[in-house]
């Protein structure tokens, strides 16, 4: 692969019912959510503008904007748009749920301090083009965290992270097998991050494995 190319989208259209079984099965996992949002609670302070990418049911989006931060959220399935809503609204906190695509955002330019994509970087179908998105509406200063899998991370364990998940019998089997044949497929190399980031208006990144999956780190210069 090389950092200008495309890949065509590989993953299910996350609509109607496969967008709900998806949002049954991530609800279980809620320490990953908790977890990245005090993360980015030491990375910018209450108030700040933060913007989640393809947020899914919005599980995320709640738990950050839980902490006092102002949120808006970008998904390209109008189902999870919006579920995002429902759940910033059942957990009474503010989330601006929008409906768009990570390459084209519409969103203005210089508009937030921190983004984050968490588990779908892999599957954009222009993920340089994402990337300079994220550049365009990050304010100076501003840093863009992406979580995902590695494409290296072993059988062993992602068992032993399905394991964790709290999934029925059925429901673990199957995520296993999703992992094995779909989402490692699409997953990238460190060397896949390194090409892309320097193909982007970021220019660079640093990359720091997390378990099964790593943390992309960049920061918008002046």
């Avoid at 991530?26 to 302070?45: G, K, L, Q, Y």
């Avoid at 588990?119 to 083009?129: L, T």
Wanted: proline share 5%.
């Amino acid at each position: 692969m090389t950092a200008q190319s495309t890949k065509p989208y590989r993953g299910l259209p996350m609509e109607g019912p496969i967008a709900t079984w998806y949002a049954n099965n991530t609800r279980r996992d809620s320490r990953r959510f908790e977890a990245v949002a005090r993360t980015i609670e030491e990375h910018v302070p209450e108030g700040a503008r933060v913007l989640e990418v393809a947020p899914g049911p919005g599980y995320l989006a709640v738990e950050i904007a839980k902490s006092g931060r102002r949120v808006t959220a970008l998904d390209i399935s109008k189902s999870f748009v919006r579920m995002t809503q429902e759940n910033a609204a059942r957990a009474g906190v503010t989330v601006d749920a929008r409906h768009g695509s990570a390459s084209a955002m519409p969103l203005p330019d210089d508009s937030f301090d921190l983004v984050v994509c968490m588990a779908a970087f892999k599957n954009f179908a222009d993920p340089v083009g994402a990337l300079n998105e994220i550049h365009r509406v990050l304010a100076v200063g501003g840093e863009a965290l992406i979580y995902d899998l590695r494409k290296d991370a072993a059988p062993s364990e992602i068992a032993a992270e399905v394991r964790k998940m709290g999934l029925s019998k059925w429901s673990g089997a199957w995520t296993r097998w999703i992992f094995r044949y779909w989402l490692l497929r699409v997953a990238y190399t460190r060397r896949d991050l390194e090409r892309m980031a320097a193909a982007s208006r970021f220019g660079g990144c640093r990359i720091v494995h997390q378990g099964i999956g790593f943390e992309w780190r960049f920061e918008k210069g002046a």
